[in-house]
């Protein structure tokens, strides 16, 4: 790649006119197609032989480090294309005609970190889709983006519940539960009142659609009497904990990880469909 | 909008509204100021959603060349960075874009958001041939994402003008971003580039009205108050799309 670099910048350095420019602009677009048709033989090359992996708790934190670190990306950015992933999927696995229950009401319930963040996208996405959802949003983080983003949903008349409900009333008013608690860096005890939460959740009957982790479950190993989820949406990458997850729907969202990304962590990323945001794993 | 079961009443569908130059300004104001959208996550909306409806008019075998490979101009301004994260947009969907990007913003938003297309191994071209011929061969077509509402349009200055005079005479199609750069807001040009496709975010601006080309709407986020408000009559996108025809 650094060599590819070299010839390029020594190709973009000419700053004459005239026949070398036909030269340069050539050699422009011929250098381009290599880097180009280098980073598709290699993917062609991944999905077939391998399968996607499944990513352990400190690989997940230091991928998400270099996307803010190295790669730039700011917290804003990522946070609304996970969030609209997470909407989108939600909308396939329970597309508002299959709703039972009318008005097409969600619950998303958002912990204290960027997986709560994430919930807040969603949630905003979902109203834009026609559902009518409504946030529990119990502990916020005094960052100013957390704010921001429960401001744009107030703003869209997304209405924020002041305690969680019963399971048995979570039953009857809602179709689904987004669980947008806890996130990948989730380790140790569950603080109130997020315990109590997951107890409720564990009662329902109505689907739960986890973002990234199931809430509760260890990110690795999972956890046979924690919730069990009926969607899993995994962001970026698949987490290990995703090997326990038994419902009926497993996504892929986050269509932002930059192929030198993916190849530096062999993630061997599924190719998306068309422009699809989120990529159907089971 | 609403999902109360109501009885179907015969619906008058009000045209949809051709933004002027102030209200544009008025509604991002009010999208930053009382919604408290943040200026990045905007822009990347925004590109996210040109992108998908490049993809729509051009999809990837539609393109005539061996190369799915597109020029995306892009300007100092916001224009310009919507350009850029719509390109970096255009490599996920495995198009090949190259970027001229002549004056770089000194707000780090901006700066932000080239590091994200470097890193992505888009290249940038150093300078713009004005032998049209070259980029006529080497690309399928140019994004123009030079100048935006956010800009005086009446004075454009060096290097856009000249650069405008080299996309004036292209034979690739052209695909502007939210306003053909040059274009006087408030009416359609008599002289400037002439777009094969527009791509207007949020809501159209008048001097698309007429628009003969292919024309997108693009950006599904607008508070149902704001829409409102400015009487939007927005189209409704079909499912989960956030791109539509008009």
Redesign the interface.
Same mark, same amino acid.
């Given at each position: 790649?650094l060599g590819v670099r070299a010839l390029?910048g020594i190709g &973009?350095?000419v $700053?004459s006119r005239g026949g070398s #420019?036909?030269t340069? %602009?050539?050699a422009?677009?011929r #250098?381009?197609?290599t880097?180009? $048709?280098k /980073? &598709?033989a290699h993917r062609q090359a991944c999905t077939m032989a391998n399968t996607i992996k499944y990513l352990g708790q400190e690989e997940a934190q230091h991928i998400d480090e270099e996307l803010f670190n190295?790669?730039?990306? $700011?917290v /804003?950015?990522l946070m609304?294309?996970a969030g609209l992933s997470c909407? %989108?999927a939600v =909308?396939k696995g329970y597309p508002l005609q299959s709703l039972l229950k =009318? +008005?097409?009401r969600v619950l998303v319930i958002c912990g204290p970190g960027n997986n709560g963040g994430d919930g807040l996208v969603c949630a905003?996405h979902l109203k &834009?889709?026609?559902y009518?959802p409504s946030v529990l949003y119990p502990k916020r983080p005094s960052k100013q983006?957390f704010?921001?983003?429960t %401001?744009?949903c107030e703003?869209? /008349?997304i209405s924020f519940l002041t305690e969680m409900p019963e399971a048995d009333v979570i039953d009857e008013v809602y179709n689904l539960v987004v669980d947008a608690i806890f996130g990948f860096s989730f380790k140790g005890a569950v603080r109130e009142p997020f315990g109590d939460i997951l107890s409720q959740l564990k009662k329902i009957t109505v689907p739960i659609a986890s973002v990234d982790i199931p809430s509760g479950w260890d990110v690795e190993n999972g956890c046979p009497d924690g919730i069990q989820p009926d969607m899993l949406l995994s962001l970026t990458a698949p987490k290990k904990a995703a090997n326990h997850f038994k419902g009926r729907y497993h996504f892929l969202g986050g269509?932002?990880v +930059?192929?030198?990304l993916e190849q530096k962590y062999q993630l061997n990323l599924p190719q998306?469909p /068309? %422009?699809d945001c989120v990529y159907q794993l089971n | 909008m609403n999902h109360s079961s109501n009885e179907k009443e015969p619906e008058t569908i009000e045209p949809l509204r051709y933004l002027s130059k102030t209200e544009v300004a008025t509604v991002e104001t009010e999208l930053l100021r009382d919604y408290r959208f943040g200026q990045q996550q905007l822009i990347e909306i925004w590109g996210h959603a040109c992108a998908i409806a490049i993809t729509k008019a051009f999809p990837l075998s539609s393109l005539s060349k061996k190369q799915p490979t597109l020029l995306v101009v892009c300007g100092p301004e916001q224009n310009g960075s919507i350009g850029l994260v719509c390109a970096r947009h255009l490599r996920m969907f495995e198009y090949e874009p190259t970027i001229f990007y002549p004056k770089r913003s000194a707000q780090s938003l901006h700066q932000d958001f080239t590091i994200q297309c470097e890193k992505m191994d888009i290249p940038f071209l150093s300078y713009l041939p004005t032998e049209v011929q070259l980029l006529n061969d080497a690309y399928n077509l140019v994004i123009d994402a030079i100048l935006g509402p956010e800009t005086d349009q009446k004075e454009v200055k060096e290097p856009y003008a000249g650069m405008l005079v080299t996309l004036k005479q292209v034979k690739i199609p052209i695909v502007s971003v939210d306003v053909p750069s040059g274009w006087d807001i408030d009416e359609p040009a008599k002289d400037g580039i002439n777009p094969e496709v527009l791509i207007s975010l949020t809501a159209p601006k008048k001097c698309a009205t007429g628009f003969s080309g292919k024309h997108f709407l693009a950006g599904r986020f607008l508070p149902y108050d704001i829409q409102k408000k400015f009487e939007l009559n927005l189209p409704e996108f079909p499912g989960t799309e956030c791109v539509i025809e008009l």
């Open positions: 790649m390029f &973009l350095l $700053s #420019v036909l340069h %602009t050539g422009c677009a #250098v381009a197609s880097i180009y $048709s /980073d &598709l190295e790669y730039r990306f $700011s /804003d950015q609304e294309l909407a %989108t =909308s =009318s +008005p097409p905003r &834009l889709f026609g009518e983006l704010q921001n983003l %401001t744009q703003k869209m /008349d269509r932002f +930059p192929p030198a998306y /068309d %422009t | -």
